[in-house]
């Protein structure tokens, strides 16, 4: 009869890295867990009948690999595979992992149907039997947003359902720390033996230091200036991870501003009237001396515009271009011509003639006097209308 | 009111006060926050200072405001505090942790705050409550809290009050975070040869104590090894790893967005 007893371990450092990616990510964040499984039999009691095996198997978490994106090792319905599983790998071995992770706020700690799906599928496709799920859950602890919470355990399948196991944060504390001796014991004879005065050189260096502490600190030293130097490795790779970050960020810029830039140019703009040059050309070739035709803005009243007359040479080649207003300057420039001209010197008259082109679209009809102008407009209509 | 509207804590910060919180679970560990105040009342913390206790009593963890603003002019003549903007920083608070006790601050620890609260109105306090379990449902929990004190009246009693804490995000680990990161087992290691120097030095010890206190040292030293620094070398390794891996990453993502700026 064996009884599993199932223990996980992490150290501060990994709990405190997995909060770290957490914190960093405004969603729900999830990664995979590598460590080993380590199994020992711990008591073996034999009766005449039955031997009791008690097994304590420890899962060390040792570190985690972060998923930049969810769902990067599963399908929408929870599938699995290796082929999603190797990149997240990298150069790391898949026999030490040992389980994966989820982090989602506000939430309860349980295990959801589709975290339930990706586990079983997890459990299928690698080699370690007893997978761990972990799961966080920060949540706030007060309305004033002053204390937070941070919820934690391991999930593994046994026995046709999920069980619970707490997760152990190993930690200075939990190993014995020897104290000192203050005081000698009170015989003075054992200080004074021969056999202590005889093995003392085997203990203690030149002078009083004990070569056991001489060894230990300087290994101890040794190990402190490696983490020093990996610190500073690790130093220059977060400013190159930064500036690589604010390289991309400045290269996506660069590219939606182009983008945009084309955009604008491909696209004219609705609203911004665009001048009708062959009609200027036309308006100016027809009637030079009337300056009210050269104007596209009216004010509110639906009054034109002097001051904003076009006075640009759209150098159009009329013959080309409008080789029907040259025929009819032709023949115009025998009869109308002149009365035109004396009509444009009255005051008013450019108003009501602009009036007139203007509203030619509704049904709005021109309620003022001066009929021989309306007769002059007709007349010209009637023999030519040009087509731009 | 307080002084003091809201503190946002960067996560690289959090990071260190996490892994020093959670370096034992035998006594409370204490450290500075290290930071700026804006104009709107938000104490901004940006790096934290883990400190050596010289008085070391496993169920309090609190330094005289005269010791306190010696730790911090210290701190920020030793320490590079400005950081990346070249803005000076200063201390802005203390934290300390709570193993397996609530994170709620105790009756001294509203006193020690209001203490240092003479010095600077704007200096808040955090704690971190770690090593708690739920027996029942076998889930693991740690907490903090951000706190400063006030009196409801003169004379009377000290209470706190909350102080909303964010903590903001900062994937890319600070400098000055990651060498305070690495300096709790070289801490550790000075607060054991202190304690093994001063019990060396007695003269009436005979040899026999001598060698057992040898390797009491050894076995202390073993154990912060094998605790502390043995662990923090791993994460630093796995770091290191995990940058390596997102510089290649990005590295082409920068060729390829830089050919795609080319072209247009």
């Known amino acids: ?305 002097l001051e904003l007359c076009c006075n640009t040479d759209h150098n159009v080649d009329i013959p080309t271009k409008l080789p029907l207003i040259l025929e009819n300057q032709h023949t115009r420039k025998k009869d109308t011509a002149p009365r035109l001209r004396k009509k444009c010197l009255v005051a008013g008259y450019s108003q009501r003639l602009k009036r007139k082109r203007k509203t030619n679209d509704t049904s709005e009809s021109a309620s003022d006097s001066g009929s021989d102008t309306e007769i002059e407009m007709n007349g010209q209509n009637r023999s030519i209308s040009p087509t731009f | 009111g307080s002084a003091v509207h809201a503190v946002h804590l960067e996560s690289d910060a959090f990071l260190v006060c996490m892994n020093h919180a959670l370096s034992t679970e035998k006594e409370e560990v204490m450290g500075l926050c290290i930071g700026e105040v804006d104009t709107n009342r938000i104490v901004h913390i940006h790096s934290v200072i883990i400190l050596r206790r010289s008085d070391k009593r496993k169920d309090r963890v609190e330094i005289s405001p005269e010791q306190l603003s010696a730790a911090s002019t210290e701190a920020e003549i030793s320490f590079e505090l400005a950081d990346m903007t070249g803005r000076p920083m200063r201390v802005v608070g203390w934290y300390h942790s709570h193993p397996h006790i609530t994170v709620w601050p105790s009756h001294v620890d509203v006193r020690t705050q209001a203490m240092y609260q003479m010095m600077d109105q704007g200096f808040v306090g955090l704690i971190f409550s770690c090593f708690i379990e739920d027996k029942n449902t076998k889930t693991g929990r740690v907490l903090y809290t951000c706190f400063q004190s006030v009196q409801a009246q003169k004379g009377s009693e000290y209470e706190r009050i909350e102080i909303p804490i964010h903590v903001v995000p900062h994937e890319a680990i600070g400098k000055v975070c990651l060498e305070s990161a690495v300096e709790l087992p070289r801490i550790l290691c000075q607060e054991e040869q202190d304690t093994y120097r001063r019990i060396h030095s007695l003269t009436h010890l005979d040899p026999i104590t001598k060698i057992h206190n040898g390797s009491v040292f050894t076995k202390n030293l073993c154990s912060q090894m094998s605790a502390i620094s043995g662990p923090l070398l791993q994460w630093l390794e796995d770091r290191l790893e995990l940058n390596k891996h997102s510089i290649i990453k990005l590295q082409k993502e920068k060729e390829r967005l830089t050919q795609e700026l080319a072209s247009l």
Request: proline letters at 3%; hydrophobic letters at 35%.
């Open chain 1, 1 to 305: 009869m064996e009884e599993f007893n199932t223990t996980v371990r992490i150290s501060g450092f990994a709990l405190s890295s997995l909060m770290f990616h957490h914190l960093n990510s405004d969603a729900d964040v999830e990664g995979l867990i590598l460590g080993e499984s380590v199994g020992e039999e711990n008591c073996r009691i034999t009766d005449s009948q039955i031997d009791h095996i008690q097994f304590e198997h420890t899962i060390n978490i040792q570190k985690h690999i972060p998923c930049h994106k969810l769902h990067s090792f599963y399908s929408n319905v929870g599938d699995v595979s290796e082929e999603k599983i190797r990149p997240i790998l990298s150069d790391y071995q898949e026999e030490n992992v040992i389980g994966w992770y989820r982090q989602r706020r506000n939430t309860r700690q349980q295990m959801t149907f589709m975290e339930q799906v990706v586990h079983q599928n997890m459990r299928k496709i690698l080699s370690n039997r007893e997978l761990v799920f972990m799961l966080l859950t920060p949540s706030q602890a007060t309305a004033s947003g002053s204390t937070h919470r941070l919820e934690f355990s391991a999930f593994i399948w046994h026995s046709s359902q999920y069980i619970n196991i707490p997760i152990f944060v190993s930690n200075l504390g939990n190993l014995e720390q020897q104290d000192y001796w203050r005081v000698s014991g009170t015989c003075p004879s054992l200080g004074q033996s021969e056999a202590v005065k005889q093995h003392r050189t085997q203990f203690f260096c030149s002078g009083d230091e004990l070569k056991e502490v001489r060894n230990i600190s300087s290994m101890n030293d040794d190990l402190l200036g490696e983490m020093q130097k990996v610190c500073k490795e690790v130093e220059k790779s977060e400013r190159a991870v930064e500036k690589l970050q604010e390289d991309l960020k400045e290269l996506k810029e660069a590219i939606k501003e182009h983008s945009e830039k084309n955009e604008t140019q491909k696209h004219a703009s609705p609203d911004e009237p665009k001048e009708n040059v062959l009609l200027c050309s036309a308006l100016r070739t027809l009637f030079p001396d009337a300056p009210s035709l050269q104007t596209q803005t009216l004010t509110v009243q639906g009054l034109p515009v």
